[in-house]
C-alpha cells in the first residue's frame, strides 16, 4: 500500500488517497487540464492530470470532495514542491472498497483528510491504536468503520461534549483514544476479549457524531435523544458484518458498547473497565481543561502511550 502523502518522495506513485478538490483550466496552447488536490492523515498534494481521454473521463464524473481514489503517477519537484503528474485516477465502487479492508498494509485511519481534524496530530496516534487491534475480524470492523465517512469524518472533528469534558472540536477523538490506552494498560484479560474492550474504548461514543457538530452546536436528533441509544445504530453495518465473520464477538462487543454502570454485575468484567476508564478519562480533562489545546491533547495521549510502554 502507498506511503502517507508527507513521506512521499520524487519518483513514481500508486497508491489510494482522498480527493479533496479538483479544477479545470487550460494550458497556453488552449488544452484542458485538471488541477487536484489529493490528501490524506498526513498533509495535501497538488497533483496535474495532462492527458485528454483522462480529462475527458474525469470530467464526465460526479464526485463528493474528499472522494476515495487510487492514483498513479510521477512525482517531481517544481519550484520547491512536490507535484504529481497523474496518469491514472480510479474510483472504486462499494465493492472495491469493501474488499479493501482487510487488505495487508491497509489503514483507513491514514485516509481520513487532515484537514478535516481539529486536533490533527491525532491522527497519527488513531493510526497507532488501530495497529494494535490484531484480531483479524475485529481488525476488518475497526478498518470498515473508519473507511465509512459518514462515520469516519464525524468522529475525528466532533467535540466530545459541548461542557462537560473534551468539549472543544476534535475533543470525541482525544477522549476516544485516552479510553482507547487506557484500557490497552490492563494485561489481565485474554487477548481476544482486552481487543474488543480496546475497540469499545475507541467507539463507545461513536453516537455523538448525531448528537453534537464540529461547530459546537447539538443536532436536533440530540436535543430529543441521548447519544448512548444511537451507539448500536451508528456501527450497525459494520456490526453485521462482525457477526457474520466472528458472531462471538459481535454480540460481546455490543453489550462493552451499551453497558453502563449500575446496580448489576455486568456479565463481561470487561464493561465495568471500559466504564471506569471512561469516567477516568472525563475526570483527567475536567481537572485540566488547558489540555484542549492542539499541543495538550497529543500530550495527554502521548502521556498514556509513555505509561503504556513502560
Known amino acids: 500500500m502507498s506511503s502517507a502523502l508527507a513521506h512521499l518522495r520524487a519518483g513514481a506513485v500508486c497508491g489510494w488517497f482522498r480527493l479533496q478538490q479538483w479544477t ?12 487536484l488536490v489529493l490528501e490524506d492523515c498526513s498533509g495535501q498534494l497538488t497533483g496535474f492530470v495532462w492527458q485528454q481521454a483522462l480529462v475527458a473521463q474525469m470530467q464526465r464524473q460526479v464526485l463528493p470532495s474528499y472522494a476515495l481514489v487510487k492514483v498513479q503517477g510521477q512525482a517531481r519537484w ?46 497519527a496516534l488513531l493510526m497507532a491504536a488501530v495497529k494494535q487491534i490484531e484480531w483479524p475480524a475485529l481488525r476488518r470492523f475497526v478498518e470498515a468503520v473508519l473507511l465509512d465517512r459518514g462515520i469516519s469524518f464525524a ?8 461542557r462537560h469534558h473534551h468539549s472543544y472540536p476534535g475533543g470525541l477523538l482525544q477522549h476516544s483514544l485516552e479510553c482507547f490506552v487506557l484500557v490497552s494498560r ?12 480496546m475497540v469499545a474504548a475507541l467507539f463507545h461514543d461513536i453516537g455523538k457524531i448525531l448528537t453534537l457538530t464540529h461547530r ?15 451507539t448500536l445504530e ?14 462471538e464477538g459481535g454480540e460481546e462487543l455490543r453489550y462493552l458498547l451499551t453497558w453502563k454502570l449500575c446496580s448489576r454485575v455486568p ?3 470487561m464493561a465495568d473497565l471500559v466504564a471506569c476508564c471512561d469516567r477516568l478519562s472525563t475526570g483527567l480533562n475536567r ?21 503504556r510502554r513502560g
Do not use: I, N
Not at 487550460?26 to 488541477?35: A, H, I, S, V, W
Not at 514542491?81 to 491497509?106: H, I, K, N, Y
Open 234 to 247: 451508528v456501527l450497525a453495518p459494520h456490526l453485521r458484518k462482525l457477526d457474520q465473520d466472528w458472531p
Open 287 to 307: 481537572r485540566a481543561p488547558h489540555l484542549g489545546s492542539r499541543s495538550g491533547s497529543v500530550q495527554a495521549v502521548d502521556a498514556l502511550l509513555a505509561l
Open 216 to 230: 459546537m452546536r447539538r443536532t436536533s436528533l440530540g436535543a430529543c435523544l441521548d447519544h448512548d441509544k444511537l
Open 155 to 162: 468522529f475525528v472533528a466532533a467535540p466530545a461534549s459541548l
Open 78 to 123: 517544481f519550484q520547491g514542491g512536490l507535484r504529481l503528474d497523474v496518469s491514472s485516477l480510479l474510483v472504486p465502487g462499494a465493492q472495491a472498497c469493501s474488499d479493501l479492508v482487510g487488505t495487508e498494509g491497509f489503514s483507513a485511519a491514514r485516509l481520513l483528510p487532515r484537514s478535516l481534524c481539529p486536533q490533527p496530530d491525532l491522527l
Open 186 to 197: 490492563h494485561r489481565e484479560f485474554p487477548r481476544e476479549r482486552a481487543q474488543l474492550g
Open 24 to 35: 479545470e483550466a487550460l494550458t497556453r496552447d488552449g488544452f484542458p487540464y485538471l488541477k
Open 267 to 269: 456479565r463481561y468484567d
